[in-house]
């Protein structure tokens, strides 16, 4: 298993951007599907986007065309750009790791997590 630190969260106007970064240890990183969760109060953890060690992304439509994921295999990085930020995007945001190349979206999917970084978005 991955050891997954989270930072980036913050409190960020509506049409505002944030940058999650998720610093990973582990020699196989770079092996690992990596992946975003996020977490509203009351709610199921639900899946954000992920990206495979190929590169390959896939987003959540909810997301999709306003978030970027992207990783950095040097530096055992993962991000996630999020551009367009709306209220409904407030949640605690859960980096997550497995090295297994599943193709599920759901948190059993994914073997390895961090403890999360809060993102509030004003309206």
């Known amino acids: 298993q991955v050891q997954l630190v989270e930072s980036g969260g913050g409190l960020v106007q509506a049409g505002g951007s944030l940058r999650l970064s998720c610093a990973a240890s582990g020699r196989t990183f770079n092996t690992y599907r990596m992946g975003w969760f996020r977490q509203a109060p009351g709610k199921e953890r639900e899946f954000v986007a992920y990206?495979?060690?190929?590169?390959?992304?896939y987003y959540a439509d909810s997301v999709k065309g306003r978030f970027t994921i992207s990783r950095d295999n040097a530096k055992n990085m993962v991000y996630l750009q999020m551009n367009s930020l709306k209220p409904e995007d407030t949640a605690v945001y859960y980096c997550?790791?497995?090295?297994?190349?599943?193709?599920?979206?759901?948190?059993?999917?994914?073997?390895?997590w961090g403890q999360g970084t809060q993102v509030t978005v004003s309206s």
């Open positions: 997550a790791a497995d090295p297994r190349q599943l193709v599920g979206l759901g948190t059993a999917d994914f073997g390895s």
């Open positions: 990206i495979r060690w190929s590169g390959a992304t």
